[in-house]
């Protein structure tokens, strides 16, 4: 593929600051409101959440690779994304304390003009800490669960609660790394070997 620039569909700090990590130039274009699907499959809905903030971007940058990402924890087959407030990320909490939930994300890498589209999923298995109330109530207080799949920041202070992983650490933060190499690898882009995009 000819040299263009990376642009990530998503102003999330974590996914930023993941992609930064890799030395490589990128820029940031917000997909907006792109989270639109109503399936309760979890992988057709991470997968069709991943796609439209793609899509979303891709549709003002047709001549640059996108790649977006979204993340979600599922317990008993059950979507669990962000909580809206504090009371629902105690609940999250709740139902997820002393239990092994699944996170899966999706990303999605797109030229439209090409066009070229390729859509992964990662699923990494967590085991949180049992937690009193008292403990849920202290870590909601931090603010931390705001605007986090599940209600919680394994790279934060939420690392204390969690009690095992299993699979890609990278995907519970949001953006799976192994998997980012191995689908720009698939797009023409080796970050090991050429890193300069």
């Known amino acids: 593929m000819s040299r263009h620039l990376l642009v990530l569909a998503s ?27 109503f399936s309760t499959d979890p992988e057709t809905h991470v997968r069709e959440h991943a796609l439209g903030k793609a899509e ?45 939930h699944t996170v899966i994300s999706a990303i999605a890498i797109m030229r439209k003009h090409e ?39 394994a790279q934060g202070l939420g690392a204390m609660i969690i009690e095992r992983v299993d699979g890609c650490f990278y995907n519970v933060v949001g953006l799976p790394m192994s998997l980012l190499f191995d689908m720009l690898k698939a797009a023409g882009i080796n970050l090991l070997t050429h890193p300069s995009i």
């Open 11 to 37: 102003t999330s700090p974590r996914r930023i600051g993941l992609l930064r990590q890799l030395g490589i130039e990128f820029e940031v274009v917000d997909p907006g409101d792109a989270e639109n699907s």
């Open 56 to 100: 979303a971007v891709a549709s003002r940058r047709p001549n640059e690779l996108i790649v977006a990402a979204d993340t979600i924890v599922v317990l008993d087959g059950k979507i669990i994304e962000k909580p809206r407030g504090a009371d629902e990320a105690r609940e999250m909490l709740r139902m997820l304390s002393g239990r092994t």
């Open 115 to 153: 066009p070229y589209s390729d859509v992964r999923i990662e699923e990494t298995r967590v085991t949180m800490k049992m937690l009193s109330p008292m403990e849920i109530d202290a870590y909601v207080a931090t603010g931390e669960p705001m605007d986090k799949a599940g209600a919680y920041a």
